[in-house]
T-cell receptor, first 113, second 113 residues
């Protein structure tokens, strides 16, 4: 168990809908990262927050947004969902801002029908 | 541009033998490398990391070798066990303070009993 908790484990929804994925980092970790894993793109970095502030951004679509709350948990919001958004979404956390080991949660499997 | 790739998508090894998983990277500015193991239905699990000022690092049954001259990274697993069967990813962190991890496509390691 990595100590990173993601909910829900599975999510099935329809195109055009909006969903929220939740992540609780390991105790003491200030950074939260979101990754998308699909069959054709592999593991892709989406976005990172550190202590409530956006720290780094990857190839995150404008339809996607995230935030980190004062208690350090994070949410990834996916809107206007398309079939191609079906993927595994992972959250990872680390102690600091860089060069630290990132510990991953078990992921949320999103299926857009 | 930066990229992290793997030489072989699949690798089968007899139980008890040693295995070597290779990874090529193209960005000579990368200073931190990580190997992750992902079992079916789980998130990536940290195995071992190495910084660019080192060429070898050992853990429990695992060794990572870094050859900066040819931009090559390898993961050696000694005395493989059935529990080692998984997909192994190398990941690259461009520079300290840049938290974005770029993942390779992964190698599926299968241990033959």
């Amino acid at each position: 168990d990595s100590g990173v908790t993601q909910t829900p484990k599975h999510l099935i929804t329809a195109t055009g809908q909006r969903v929220t994925l939740r992540c609780s980092p390991r105790s003491g970790d200030l950074s939260v990262y979101w990754y998308q894993q699909s069959l054709d793109q592999g593991l892709q970095f989406l976005i990172q927050y550190y202590n409530g502030e956006e720290r780094a951004k990857g190839n995150i679509l404008e339809r996607f947004s995230a935030q980190q709350f004062p208690d350090l948990h994070s949410e990834l919001n996916l809107s206007s969902l398309e079939l191609g958004d079906s993927a595994l979404y992972f959250c990872a956390s680390s102690v600091g801002v860089g060069g630290d080991i990132q510990y991953f949660g078990a992921g949320t499997r999103l299926s857009v029908l | 541009g930066e990229s992290v790739g793997l030489h072989l998508p699949t690798l089968s090894v007899q139980e008890g033998d040693n295995s070597i998983i290779n990874c090529a990277y193209s960005n000579s500015a990368s200073d931190y490398f990580i190997w992750y193991k992902q079992e079916s239905g789980k998130g990536p699990q940290f195995i071992i990391d190495i910084r660019s000022n080192m060429d070898k690092r050992q853990g429990q049954r695992v060794t990572v070798l870094l050859n900066k001259t040819v931009k090559h990274l390898s993961l050696q697993i000694a005395a493989t066990q059935p529990g080692d069967s998984a997909v192994y990813f190398c990941a690259e962190n461009l520079e300290f303070g840049n938290e974005k991890l770029t993942f390779g496509t992964g190698t599926r390691l299968t241990i033959i009993p």
